[in-house]
């Protein structure tokens, strides 16, 4: 095959640059500037995939992106082949490989087209009535199998070697559609100096200009015109045009996003992004996008073949391709009839076949006749000939009154159809602006705008290319704020049609399949079917039929479904509803709008200055919120258990050293901070003195703890707050709000410090002497720097907000450096500590040690429905103050009723049992189910300083079971455990005061 | 009602599918009913199915604005599940579940309840610890749910990427087989189908403009624009709407409407066999029976009734997913919608009386409404017909709010540390 | 996305801020003398109104201020937004709440 159905010369092609894919596995060729539909249309190729439901034969039927039914997967490489490519909007590149979908074994012989045989019983929402028996067969057998007939291609099973962009952008104006309506009102916006932005969707500005045969603007062929105005544009500085550039939503204020095909059309993208999504915040939007060709609906006009009349007029004017040597129109308007004249001037035999009568025909009609083109006015199609390409259409007279004559079958090997024009209102209707009827055009138009748009052009059911020039024209000015005009003189354009929603017939239209959605098989009886069911607002047909919702997302079948509702409950068409078009206009890559926010990128990962040294150390990490933290450090050897239990000895007997610089910090400062302390923590802090320290307790409104953390006064009006790592954020949203918006009287700043202090904790007996010749200017003795103070001094020279406080129960201190010495200052005390053998640890050992000394922690001992009364810290409480942040609810009902879950200790029977986080807790393991839970395990791990596995559970009534035994769950079963202090390790707390 | 069968579907496909009838009526309002449901969504349908099949009160009417099924019913990402992890909680999605487990041969209507299992993702300690806690309360509960390991997970769930290099690496999951989804659309119209051939009145196009109170404050109808209709007891069952409807008879709400949004990707071939959920990265996602992927997001941060939302959440949403399975960058968005879901302070329902006698609630079910349908329409159903509680909704209280016995599984899933 | 007109930094889009629920709904001078079910209210009930709501926003990758507003919780437009502890233009019911 050689493109034998290309035509001698014509088109927008580039003929001195062939082009060479596959299809199926054969090698074909085209040109620069073909699409995939008009190449395989060129070697004749019409026959290109298979139904959804009925796994029918189908063809390219389309040359834009309402192509329903020549979906092709398409592969440009390892990582780049993806399924359901439209084909008349693939740019035909260099050694695509393209494969047909839906079929097995093959294209010509699929097993699946069985399923057309079934069709009688195979009607729409055959599967609400059926596969119910036997019960268990649902999810064994039938769905199994309705699954592998359903989806269309295959998805993708590795890696996108591809990647993606984004781009935000600002304009004035953002036109929609570079056809003659778009290109006038860019003309007319940019000549103000305003940003303007145009958008089209096809690889060629110009839009329905581009397959012009006759059409002249201004005395010059439209083709002309389309150039010089581009070279206006383009030399406009403030004009971005942005061919390959489907706009498909229209969000909330003039927030409008478009996706940019980069580099689908080019052999060496050169590293430049696939696809870029456009995110564009305009301050009008001109709506230009033209209108759309309805199908007529006759039995069997799905075969390959059938094409819309103005798509073949395209091939043949834009392509240079004859989709067929014999084409009959069949048509109830006028446009067709030029399609057909081209087609004729491009030496095909050509029939025309009109429903209307001779005298509904315009001007069109003499024209055609003129031009040697067999005209049969008033006669209807009856159906098609053929299989796997239309063979002949059988046409019949029908009176005005419906009475069908006899048939007769016109031979032909392509069939353009033609049943009138749709404007295309999906932008308008994304905006939420409201569609109107509007009954002469049998059509939606754009009503009342919700946001700053106008809608123009064949977009608002205006089709003629003068009146289109110049009100496009006259919205681009108005976008602009100017009222600027201007007079285009245009070939007339002929789009009258008489509308009709299925092609009369003398068959038994209960028998016949004329199909409304090609892709998803819905076909008009289907339709009757639903509304004699009782489904009668559109939105039920659709979802009862699936009309409507195939990849097209209903953009050739929404009208004909509609005005066949309507006509069945024989009401208006309006009172059947309109569907509401809901983003993306077409299909949209994921990749696209994902963008660059993949990896690292997805969400960034936080490090602490300190991180790069854990990982030189071989440290195991673990995701905390947005951080890494350093897990622990296993030696050569060591699993996690053995390095964690290491670390915790080593705590205890010497010193450990561990990085907190993720605790979130704030800093409240200001004449009213502690007052404001004072009203957002349950503690006191009016008399706190400065240098001192104090574990800070936050509720929220509703009574239940949400964070903890160490408060250092630093000075009279100057309060350094720790939060918890996750918290960070939380805390410093929830002290804002009160702070601006309840108590604005109070003088308090808030800051977060998080990222201006890297935090060293440094823990054990050995603390003091660790750091002791690093730090200057403070007192280290016990006598001057107790337990919970807090100094301001230098560590290596560096200043340091030093703490004397503890996580784990020892002696410790956490020393706060400024950022950038972060690592200098750990690596000096690691240096200092060798002596005393010094190990780094990480956040697991952490936990075990305050584990060990029944510290919680916010989030694991507590779940957003803990009072400090439940893990018995109801003695932070400040008794005297009037108010904080989340008292008065502790005081409600059910936060003061007995059997309330309380923190306590427990001991598996078997000690070296380590019980699992979350395991429940029973009384009696033998009860019946449904259970009744007492509560569950929050922390557990195997403590080596105690030599024994310890926990820490919520347990309702718990501090009333001390002594008692329960049971926990286990993988297998249960096990018995005792209830215990939760306090496992040096309970009198005299180490930590060393 | 014509049953279905094959029987009775063969011999229409040799008649031409022309016998079939109505699946429901379109009356017109009666003056009055025993029991008027406001909202005809899958809640309200169940409730008034139920209303007739099990409490033999079949003087009632759904009353819906618009077109039945069109609101959240229509909209949601069909996930069904019952792993829960508060008692109360549990109570109720698993008495759901039970009875999605026999739907479609009750309702003799195929629903297309298909359990092909929900898998939680943890991808932290955190989450291991509150997924666990969650395995072993429903085991408690008579629940299934099942911890995985991370190989467990990718036997399960090919797709997933298991490398522990990725942004959030898979740490395990909690497999529910028993879950799964349905058909949304058909819970709807199987629902309307059995009401309706039990005598219910499903009045479509009908919206309630007011509640009509007596002197003793009782509600005694609902004005509509269809006109008024007297009602013995009034369900109300508006979802994202039920705040509106609610002020009609003075009554203030703990809830706030968020639009929440969903999209599907081009229809493929089975490329995905459950349902994952991941809680860290905020995304859901299954195949349909038609091969979509089905994609949920999470909600917009201000309240609207608008049914649409931000493009940023579906992006967000989308970064997710491709997160977790890199390959489908290439897929491509069919189709994005949003509904309103009406939010309570502890995301848990509330089910029951109101201060205003003879006017009854049900809502706040947020963002996971649908897989309750059959058991919140059931235990509705059970409070109208009696005036109290089952005792599965009785915990659902509007009264919680303020004794403070809140039913929070969202705060149950809080991270910090 | 929305576009939000901060009072202090002019019309920025939506990621920029974040939502705080319905405005004007003042804590109690003294919490501990609300009764249990007034205090209930203030925390759980929100108008939640089809139509125009008063609303609270803070510019939080911005400024950092709280501010107000007036939105159409239908068609999603700002009538308007004002500073905190500020009164609207607007004489709606919702405004005055």
New interface residues.
């Given amino acids: 095959m050689a493109q034998h159905f290309r035509l001698p010369s014509g088109g927008r092609i580039d003929r001195s640059k062939p082009v060479s894919f596959t299809f199926n596995g054969s090698k074909i060729e085209g040109y620069q500037g073909d699409t995939l539909a008009s190449a395989l249309l060129a070697n004749g190729v019409h026959f290109v995939g298979r139904s959804f439901k009925y796994h029918r034969p189908r063809g390219i039927m389309s040359h834009g992106s309402d192509e329903p039914s020549a979906l092709l997967s398409v592969s440009r490489g390892p990582g780049r082949t993806d399924p359901n490519n439209r084909a008349s909007v693939v740019e035909l590149r260099e050694g695509l490989v393209t494969k047909s979908q839906n079929h097995w074994p093959s294209l010509n012989f699929d097993v699946g087209a069985v399923n057309d045989l079934f069709s009688p019983v195979f009607v729409a929402g055959f599967y609400y009535k059926t596969f119910m028996w036997p019960r268990s067969f649902w999810d064994k057998v039938y769905e199994p199998f309705i699954r592998a007939a359903a989806g269309l291609g295959v998805a993708p099973d590795v890696p996108d070697a591809d990647r993606y962009a984004n781009r935000h952008a600002h304009c004035d104006v953002l036109v929609v559609g570079m056809g003659p309506t778009g290109l006038a009102a860019a003309l007319a916006a940019s000549e103000t100096g305003k940003r303007v932005i145009v958008a089209d969707e096809q690889a060629e500005p110009g839009g329905s200009l581009l397959h012009a045969s006759e059409e002249t603007i201004d005395g010059k062929p439209a083709a002309e015109w389309v150039k010089e105005t581009l070279a206006v544009l383009d030399a406009r500085e403030n004009v971005i045009l942005l061919p390959r550039t489907t706009v498909f939503g229209y969000?909330?204020?003039?927030?409008v996003a478009m996706t940019e095909r980069v580099t689908d059309h080019v052999v060496d993208p050169k590293g430049a992004p696939r696809e870029r999504l456009w995110?564009v915040?305009a301050g009008h939007v001109v709506i230009a996008a033209g209108s759309l060709e309805r199908p007529l609906v006759f039995a069997d006009n799905d075969r390959p073949g059938v094409l819309l009349a103005e798509s073949v007029r395209v091939f043949v004017n834009r392509y240079g391709v004859l989709p067929g040597r014999k084409i009959v129109f069949a048509t109830s308007g006028a446009s067709a009839y030029q399609a057909a004249v081209d087609a004729k001037r491009a030496g095909a035999h050509v029939t025309i076949s009109d429903l209307r009568l001779e005298a509904d025909c315009g001007p069109e009609l003499a024209k055609a006749r003129a031009a040697g083109v067999e005209v049969l006015t008033a006669h209807t199609v009856i159906g098609t000939v053929g299989a796997k390409r239309v063979k002949g259409l059988i046409v019949a007279p029908v009176t005005g009154a419906g009475a069908i004559g006899p048939r007769r079958t016109l031979d032909c090997d392509c069939v353009g159809i033609s049943g009138g024009w749709t404007p295309t209102v999906h932008l308008f209707s994304q905006s939420?602006g409201k569609l109107a009827y509007d009954e002469a055009l049998d059509a939606f138009l754009p009503g009342t705008s919700?946001q700053a748009e106008t809608t123009v052009g064949a977009s608002h059911g205006d089709y003629d290319l003068a009146r289109c020039l110049t009100a496009g024209y006259a919205a681009g000015a108005k976008a602009a704020g100017s009222a600027a005009t201007a007079r285009f003189e245009a070939t007339p354009t002929l789009k009258g049609f008489q509308p009709v929603r299925v092609m009369p017939t003398d068959a038994n239209p209960a028998k016949v399949r004329a199909f409304i959605d090609f892709q998803n098989d819905v076909t008009a009886k289907d339709i009757k079917l639903a509304v004699r069911e009782g489904f009668q607002s559109i939105e039920h047909v659709k979802r009862y039929t699936t009309t409507g919702m195939a990849t097209d997302q209903g953009k050739m079948s929404n009208m004909n479904a509609l005005g066949i509702v309507a006509g069945q409950l024989d009401r208006p068409l309006p009172s059947v509803g309109t569907t509401t078009f809901r983003p993306p206009y077409t299909p949209t890559t994921f990749g696209a709008l994902v963008g660059p926010a993949r990896d690292a990128l997805f969400d960034p990962i936080r490090t602490t200055p300190i991180h790069d040294w854990a990982v030189e150390h071989g440290a195991k990490f673990e995701p905390v919120s947005l951080w890494r933290r350093a897990w622990y450090f296993p030696k050569a050897g060591e699993d996690m258990h053995a390095a964690v239990a290491r670390e915790c000895k080593a705590v205890r007997d010497g010193v450990g050293v561990f990085d907190a610089s993720t605790l979130g910090k704030i800093e409240v400062v200001g004449p009213d901070a502690a007052e404001f302390m004072n009203r957002m923590y349950v503690n006191p802090w009016l008399k706190l003195e400065p240098g001192k320290c104090r574990y800070g307790l936050m509720l929220k409104?509703?009574g239940y703890i949400m964070d903890d953390g160490v408060v250092a006064r630093v000075a009279q009006d100057r309060f350094h707050v720790t939060t918890t790592t996750g918290g960070a954020a939380r805390v410093l949203?929830h002290m804002?709000?009160y702070l601006?918006?309840?108590w604005?009287d109070l003088n308090v700043f808030l800051t977060s410090i998080t990222e201006e202090w890297a935090v060293i904790a440094v823990q054990g007996p050995k603390a003091r002497e660790t750091i002791a010749p690093l730090v200057s200017d403070i007192d280290l003795s016990p006598e001057a720097f107790p337990h919970m103070a807090m100094r301001e001094g230098r560590i290596c020279g560096a200043p340091t907000r030093l703490f004397r406080v503890s996580f784990t129960g020892e002696l410790g201190f956490e020393i706060n450096v400024p950022a950038d010495y972060g690592r200098a200052v750990w690596e000096a005390i690691y240096e200092s500590g060798r002596k005393f053998g010094i190990t780094p640890y990480g956040t697991e050992t952490m936990h075990v040690l305050r584990a060990e000394k029944g510290y919680i922690i916010v989030g694991q001992e507590t779940d957003g429905t803990v009072t400090p009364d439940d893990v018995g810290l109801a003695g932070m409480i400040a008794k005297a103050k009037?108010?904080f942040v989340g008292?008065?609810?502790l005081?409600?009902?059910d936060l003061v009723a007995s059997g309330r879950k309380q923190l306590v200790g427990l001991f598996a029977d078997d000690p070296s049992l380590v019980l699992e986080e979350g395991a429940q807790v029973v009384a009696d393991p033998n009860q019946p189910i449904p259970m009744k839970m007492l509560g569950h395990v929050t922390s557990s791990y195997d403590s080596p300083n105690v030599g024994r596995s310890i926990a820490l559970a919520v347990v309702a009534d718990g501090r009333a079971l001390m002594g008692t035994s329960l049971f926990v769950t286990t993988p297998g079963g249960f096990t018995r455990v005792s209830v215990v202090d939760p306090v496992f390790f040096d309970a009198k707390g005299e180490r930590i005061n060393a | 009602m014509r049953r279905f069968s094959y029987r009775s579907l063969i011999s229409e496909a040799l008649n031409a599918h022309q016998g079939w009838q109505r699946q429901w009526r379109a009356p017109d309002p009666k003056p009055s009913y025993d029991v008027v449901i406001v909202g005809g969504g899958g809640h309200g349908l169940a409730t008034a199915y139920y209303l007739a099949s099990q409490h033999g009160i079949t003087n009632v009417a759904v009353i819906e604005k618009g077109w039945i099924g069109g609101g959240n019913t229509g909209r949601n990402t069909t996930i069904i599940r019952s792993n829960y992890l508060y008692d109360e909680s549990a109570g109720i999605y698993e008495h759901a579940l039970k009875l999605w487990e026999g739907l479609s041969q009750e309702l003799n209507y195929n629903v297309m309840f298909s359990q092909r299992g929900v898998l939680m993702l943890a991808h932290n300690v955190h989450d291991v610890q509150s997924f666990k806690r969650h395995v072993y309360a429903n085991r408690l509960n008579g629940i299934d749910n099942e911890w995985l390991s991370t190989e467990e997970c990718k036997a399960f769930c090919p797709p997933i990427n298991i490398s522990q290099d990725i942004r959030y690496p898979v740490m395990g999951g909690a497999l529910q087989r028993r879950a799964g989804t349905a058909r949304h659309d058909a819970v709807a119209w199987g629902y309307a189908r059995g009401a309706d051939s039990r005598g219910v009145d499903i009045i479509q196009n009908c919206e309630v403009k007011g509640i009509r109170r007596d002197a003793s404050g009782a509600a005694v109808g609902v004005e509509t624009t269809r006109g008024y209709i007297g009602a013995k007891r009034i369900g109300v069952v508006a979802a994202g709407?039920t705040?509106?409807v609610m002020?009609m008879a003075g009554v203030?709400?703990?809830?706030?409407?968020y639009p929440l949004q969903a999209l599907v990707s081009e229809p493929v071939k089975p490329c995905f066999p459950c349902v994952v959920m991941s809680n860290a990265v905020h995304a859901y996602l299954s195949q349909s029976d038609k091969g979509e992927l089905v994609i949920g997001a999470g909600t917009d941060?201000?309240?609207?009734?608008?049914q649409?939302g931000?493009?940023?959440i579906t992006n967000h949403t989308l970064d997710a997913i491709c997160e977790m399975f890199p390959q489908f960058t290439r897929m491509k968005m069919l189709r994005s919608w949003g509904g309103v879901v009406?939010v309570?302070?502890d995301r848990s329902p509330i089910i029951g009386r109101t201060p205003v006698q003879n006017l009854f609630v049900n809502c706040g079910w947020g963002t996971g409404g649908f897989k309750a349908t059959p058991g919140s329409g059931h235990v509705f159903a059970h409070t109208l017909a009696t005036g109290e509680p089952h005792k599965i909704n009785a915990p659902f209280t509007l009264d919680r709010?303020?004794?403070g016995r809140l039913i929070d599984e969202a705060a149950a899933a809080a991270v910090a540390h | 996305?929305?576009?939000i007109d901060c009072p202090c930094c002019g019309l920025r889009?939506?990621?920029e801020f974040?939502?705080?629920?319905?405005a004007h709904v003042?804590?109690?001078e003294?919490?501990?003398d609300?009764g249990?079910?007034d205090?209930?209210?203030y925390?759980?009930?929100?108008?939640?109104?089809?139509g125009v709501?008063a609303?609270?926003w803070?510019h939080?990758h911005g400024c950092?201020?709280?501010f107000n507003a007036l939105?159409d919780?239908?068609?999603?437009r700002f009538v308007e937004t004002y500073p905190?502890?500020g009164k609207p233009k607007s004489t709606t019911t919702e405004a005055r709440a």
């Fill in positions: 969000y909330n204020h003039n927030h995110q915040r939420r919700a409104e509703d949203n804002e709000d601006q918006t309840e604005p009037a108010d008292k008065r609810s005081a409600r009902q | 709407n705040s509106v002020q203030r709400m703990p809830l706030e409407s941060q201000y309240v609207s009734y608008s649409q931000g493009l940023h009406d309570t302070p709010f303020r004794t | 996305m929305l576009l889009p939506e990621t974040r939502c705080g629920g319905q003042a804590r109690p003294k919490p501990v609300v249990d079910q205090w209930s209210e925390l759980f009930v929100r108008a939640n109104p089809r709501h609303e609270r803070i939080q950092g201020r709280w939105r919780t239908v068609s999603d905190m502890g």
